[in-house]
């Protein structure tokens, strides 16, 4: 059964810090998906990782890809205000299509001024 | 387009009632999936579909059914509501080409409660 863990849940940060969050996953897979969440709205998709190595970057966002470790990363540059929400990573272990995502329990991001 | 639509937006049940949740999507995205969202426990998937005609189950399928007689449409039944199905309820289309998969396109989500 494929398990997808995130940590931290939660992550108070000012305004202007880097920090981090972490999604572990227990199957092997090389497709991994990461949503923002809206209190009360539904999932925005950030970025697709399709390949062991892959690294996207939006703005003050990164995401990286490690399927040898079974890690990806979320990484927060400079954090401002409008980063707060609830971001989830989910992972996708299908050959083909993506109908069957198993989601991370999500971290809830608050960005202090 | 529209994208991936959802009704209702709320809705009260009481305990045993049936209701169907509808989800409508205009991208011709051929599969869709019924998740549903807990304080704390992430979502998780009820049923998905590949294709009109085609269903399976996920994760925690007991107490609804689907079905997909359109590609556009994949409407979610509960068919005895009990109080352990309150929720948020999602649902999602997505497509492949040549292999590769993309991103999930969620509704905005049905909040159901069971009382």
């Known amino acids: 059964e494929l398990k997808v863990e995130q940590n931290p849940l939660f992550l108070s940060m000012q305004e202007e810090k880097n920090y981090t969050i972490y999604c572990n996953y227990s199957?092997?897979?090389?497709?991994l998906y990461w949503y923002r969440q809206d209190p009360g709205k539904s999932l925005e998709s950030l970025f697709v990782?399709?390949?062991?190595?892959a690294v996207k970057q939006e703005g003050r966002l990164m995401a990286s890809l490690d399927t040898k470790a079974r890690l990806s990363t979320l990484h927060i540059t400079a954090a401002v205000h409008d980063l707060s929400a609830t971001y989830f990573c989910a992972v996708d272990i299908e050959n083909f299509g993506n109908e069957k995502l198993t989601f991370g329990t999500g971290t809830r991001l608050t960005i202090i001024p | 387009n529209a994208g991936v639509t959802q009704t209702p937006k709320f809705q009260v049940l009481k305990t045993g009632q049936s209701m169907t949740l509808q989800c409508a999507q205009d991208?011709?995205?051929?599969?869709m999936s019924w998740y549903r969202q807990d304080p704390g426990m992430g979502l998780r998937l009820i049923h998905y579909s590949v294709g009109a005609g085609i269903t399976d189950q996920g994760e925690v399928p007991n107490g609804y059914n689907v079905s997909r007689s359109t590609t556009e449409d994949f409407p979610l039944r509960l068919l005895s509501a009990a109080p352990s199905q309150t929720s948020v309820y999602f649902c999602?289309?997505?497509?492949?080409?040549?292999?590769?998969?993309?991103?999930?396109?969620f509704g905005p989500g049905t909040r159901l409660t069971v009382t």
């Open positions: 991208m011709n995205h051929e599969y």
């Open positions: 990782l399709l390949s062991n190595g």
């Open positions: 999602a289309s997505s497509y492949s080409r040549a292999g590769e998969s993309y991103e999930q396109y």
């Open positions: 199957t092997t897979s090389d497709r």
